[in-house]
């Protein structure tokens, strides 16, 4: 199992990114995809999680309270991709940031690193002016 964070870079405040995971090695569909960041001098923490989805229901998301409103995660099944939408960037979201998937259903109170069971490596995203 592979999974390759993409999509870091620099940005000035206000701007956007979009970081991409691509996962190989295991059916997707039955996984729930996590993106963590860790800050210089900072612990890692949870940013957003997104859920498997079924044909009636559409997927659960959740979102650490300092992204809502600005990140929107989703996923693509069929290119085994899972996407974070990051708008109006600030310095504070300076992380390298990581995506990691599990075959439990997580949600921001019970997603942990530790309790994934595969995890990529890290894309840096810099916001600076």
């Known amino acids: 199992v592979q999974l390759q964070a993409s999509g870091g870079g620099l940005v000035q405040p206000g701007g956007s990114l979009r970081l991409s995971c691509v996962i190989s090695g295991l059916d997707l569909e039955y996984y729930a995809i996590g993106w963590f960041r860790q800050a210089p001098g900072k612990e890692r923490e949870g940013v957003s999680c997104i859920n498997r989805s079924n044909r009636n229901t559409p997927a659960y998301t959740d979102y650490a309270d300092s992204v809502k409103g600005r990140f929107a995660i989703s996923r693509d099944n069929v290119k085994k991709t899972v996407y974070l939408q990051m708008n109006s960037l600030e310095p504070e979201d300076t992380a390298v940031y990581y995506c990691?998937?599990?075959?439990?259903?997580?949600?921001?109170?019970?997603?942990?690193?530790?309790?994934?069971?595969?995890w990529g490596r890290g894309t840096l995203v810099t916001v600076s002016s």
């Open positions: 990691a998937v599990t075959r439990w259903g997580i949600t921001m109170a019970t997603m942990t690193w530790g309790g994934m069971n595969y």
